[in-house]
């Protein structure tokens, strides 16, 4: 069985960029070493390639893409994806953030804990919050408009150091597909205060590789013993 990591730096150096030449994704990070910085934007930055032409000249991440990427990378192992649907007439703030948790906790492999889960829960919300205000940047498209339907895709890429030490680096791209039962002028989705029926998609894979390569096999010996953990037999889908 595959270890669940509950992580201490989950929260921190928490941030959120919007905006970035040429990416598509909206990188969520928790940090803390510079250099596992710069490899934590790289390998999100692979996972480019695997957004695929959607409707309405928007991009969607697939998974399967992500997937066949991660392979021909040797430094990455990929320990779970998913591909799954949900459909819920609750348009409460909370329903698409806890959706979102719950996939960081299964796929991700994170345990957080109640006080770190708060707030990150708030810092994905932040990201949500004033759609309307948000159109434009690259990481949110409005995929398709119908009379009384609307599609929206969000790609979000989640950077985290994992272990007590940090030795491990775990990315997890993620491809959120909502449709809304709501046309398109009056939607703003995470803010809605009546019930819409709305049908999402989330399609995500977790990497893990060794956050400071640069060690030795020694000072690393942790890092190895972790990272077999969490390969296990190869990937496991989550259902």
Known sequence: MKSLITSPVITQNLFIRLKADGNNFDNIV?????????????????????????????LRFDVQKGLELAKSDPNLSVTNFTDIYH???DSRTSVMTEMVLKTINTVLGIALAPEPAKQLQAAIEGAYVGLNEKKDDAWIFWEKK?????TYQ??????VEAG??????L?????????????YERVLFITLKDTESYLS??????????AKPALSKSANAEGY????????DGPTKIE
């Open 154 to 159: 969000y790609n979000i890429t989640f950077s």
């Open 30 to 58: 928790s940090i803390t070493d510079p250099n596992v910085l710069i490899l934590a934007l790289k390998t999100a930055n692979l996972f480019q390639q695997a957004l695929v032409p959607a409707e309405n000249d928007s």
């Open 164 to 169: 007590a030490t940090g030795l491990i680096l």
């Open 87 to 89: 459909e819920t007439s």
């Open 225 to 232: 013993k972790l990272l077999e953990e969490l390969v296990g």
């Open 171 to 183: 990315t997890c791209p993620m491809g959120l597909t909502i449709e809304v039962n709501k046309e």
């Open 201 to 210: 998609r989330i399609q995500a894979l977790t990497t893990a590789q060794l």
């Open 146 to 150: 119908q009379a009384h339907k609307t």
